[in-house]
């Protein structure tokens, strides 16, 4: 399987400062990584699919000049929520699809607890 | 609107019994994944299940596909403390351009 890691594993940022979430596939190559939300004890919701060397996709609703999503290389991608506020507070989690045809699966990063006060 | 639905939300089980978790998608899929997460943790991968009729097992946990119906079931047998976790459906739809859908979740709690 592959290893997806987050940095950081949390953050505690005070409201209306930006805050920037890295992605990073540590053993293979990833041309397309994806970043997920997760308030308490709710399911995952794809934010956008982050594509290297070009614009990411943000799924309906999410808003693409809040939360920036640069994908720079094959092995990192980045979140960054901008002006955040305590609305934005949550798990973040990123994914990336590996393999081909039967094999594709997803390998998920351990998640990073965003807190803004 | 694609849907993943789970079924229960949440569940409460004694040790030693058996009960099934239920993922039901509203559109064709390529396949389906099962995932666990802990209290305060990310996914780990369970199962994938990729055609009509898959049957996967691991363990008091096995997991079926029912493409025809849209349908795909988590089986817990005689269940232990430690399966307690919230287990989660991903469907995977128009491959090539993925579309990831999680199901609702459902939180299992196994009492002694």
């Known amino acids: 399987g592959a290893v997806v890691s987050q940095h950081p594993s949390w953050v505690i940022c005070k409201s209306g400062t930006s805050v920037k979430i890295e992605c990073r596939s540590l053993?293979?190559?990833?041309?397309?990584m994806f970043w997920y939300r997760q308030f308490p004890k709710q399911s995952l919701m794809l934010m956008a699919t982050s594509n290297e060397g070009s614009k990411a996709t943000y799924e309906q609703g999410v808003e693409k000049d809040k939360f920036l999503i640069n994908h720079a290389s094959l092995t990192l991608s980045t979140l960054t929520v901008t002006s955040a506020h305590p609305e934005d507070s949550s798990f973040y989690i990123c994914?990336?699809?590996?393999?081909?045809?039967?094999?594709?699966?997803?390998?998920f990063g351990p998640g990073t607890r965003l807190t803004v006060t | 609107e694609l849907k993943v639905e789970q079924n229960p939300l949440f569940l409460s089980m004694q040790e030693e019994k058996n009960y099934t978790i239920y993922c039901n998608y509203s559109t064709t899929s390529d396949r389906l994944y099962w995932y666990r997460q802990d209290p305060g943790k990310s996914l780990e991968s369970l199962f994938v299940l990729l055609s009509n009729g898959a049957v996967k097992q691991e363990g008091r946990l096995m997991a079926s596909l029912d493409t025809k119906a849209r349908l795909s079931t988590l089986h817990i047998t005689a269940a232990v403390h430690d399966l307690s976790a919230t287990y989660f459906c991903l469907l995977l739809s128009n491959f090539g351009n993925e579309k990831l859908t999680f199901g609702t979740g459902t939180r299992l709690t196994i009492i002694p």
């Open positions: 994914s990336v699809g590996l393999g081909q045809g039967l094999g594709y699966e997803q390998y």
């Open positions: 053993d293979f190559q990833a041309t397309t």
